[in-house]
């Protein structure tokens, strides 16, 4: 009999991706989505999907009383910076409020091994690059200080209970799905990539460059960026360690190298052919000049070894995602 894994979020963007990299190893999967931001079609075919919210502690403890889940792997929440500046509160609520009554019931109901989709915003400005985990937890926006915190109450959960768990900090997440069966579907789009495939598509007007005068060599930021296959495979290692009684872990999911904003353009317009339209505009509050992660931990603890390190590689994945979302709404409107 297969492990049962509770997926929260399991529509959206990053949780539809570790859904099928779950189903693909052989799990069970429920996801539990309020499709808020998720995308049912996402969702593995063969996977549960229940309509609902992680803060309602009733239904979070039918779901896994229901289907005997043995762990969760923890995505719904709020996720944009520059929203957390404008609404802090929103996202003390939707962040650690919410993963409070998930880890509670979860708790309740045995389950083995918890997995928190946490961020490299917990770094806030880093002392050095790369970033490991033992550097200082500084946060410089609300969205960072809200996943810190549920950071620190698995933390303390674990060392009260038992509890087993893996809080894996993403650096930034770019890509679809190599097959074609999930992308980065948000009706308000913020991610970098995502918005540079829909300008070289002709979906936007220009792609703005926020802030050009950070201490880089092109003054513009700097993140590391990991295709989100390489992620999805990062949390199937980590569950496989949870389940086989490894210890707790807290680890980088990056790849150790950076790209800066007008590098990714580059590469967009490498890929695509087309030069893009690029409007200057003003730094937004709470993002940090460079982020750019250590993968050892992961890489030495769970065995993980990425497959799609490539920046063309990821512009294209998400090219052909975007390509596929436009003819999708192409044949809605039609009909």
């Not at 802090?88 to 509670?104: C, E, F, G, T």
């Not at 550097?135 to 009260?160: C, F, H, V």
């Not at 569950?239 to 999911?253: I, K, P, Y």
Request: hydrophobic share 40%; glycine share 10%; proline share 5%.
């Amino acid at each position: 009999m297969t492990e049962t894994v509770l997926v929260t979020g399991g529509a959206g963007y990053i949780g539809s991706h570790c859904a099928h990299a779950l189903r693909d190893a052989g799990y069970t999967v429920v996801v539990l989505d309020d499709l808020s931001t998720g995308r049912r079609a996402s969702v593995p075919a063969d996977a549960a999907f229940v309509a609902g919210d992680i803060g309602d502690g009733a239904l979070v403890a039918e779901v896994l009383a229901r289907y005997r889940v043995a762990a969760v792997m923890h995505f719904a929440g709020s996720i944009v910076v520059s929203e957390s500046v404008r609404e802090p509160l929103r996202y003390y609520r939707n962040n650690p409020a919410n993963s409070q009554v998930l880890i509670d019931a979860s708790l309740r109901a045995g389950v083995r091994a918890f997995i928190f989709s946490s961020t490299a915003a917990v770094y806030g400005e880093p002392e050095r690059v790369p970033i490991d985990e033992d550097q200082p937890t500084r946060p410089i926006n609300p969205y960072g200080w809200s996943k810190l915190a549920t950071e620190w109450m698995l933390r303390d959960y674990a060392a009260a209970t038992g509890l087993r768990y893996a809080a894996l900090r993403y650096f930034n997440v770019a890509g679809a799905d190599p097959a074609g069966r999930t992308g980065q579907s948000s009706p308000v789009a913020t991610h970098l990539l995502k918005l540079a495939c829909q300008t070289a598509l002709g979906q936007r007007q220009q792609l703005s460059v926020f802030g050009e005068d950070y201490p880089t060599p092109d003054g513009t930021c700097i993140r590391d960026y990991i295709h989100v296959s390489d992620l999805a495979d990062a949390h199937v290692a980590a569950l496989r360690h949870l389940l086989g009684g490894g210890d707790s872990l807290v680890a980088n999911c990056g790849y150790g190298r950076g790209f800066s904003v007008l590098e990714v353009v580059a590469a967009v317009e490498r890929v695509t052919g087309r030069k893009l339209p690029v409007a200057k505009a003003a730094r937004r509050p709470g993002d940090p000049p460079m982020l750019v992660g250590s993968p050892e931990r992961i890489r030495r603890v769970l065995g993980w070894t990425p497959r799609h390190d490539d920046l063309d590689f990821i512009v294209g994945t998400a090219l052909a995602w975007e390509e596929r979302l436009e003819r999708e709404t192409r044949k809605e409107n039609v009909a």
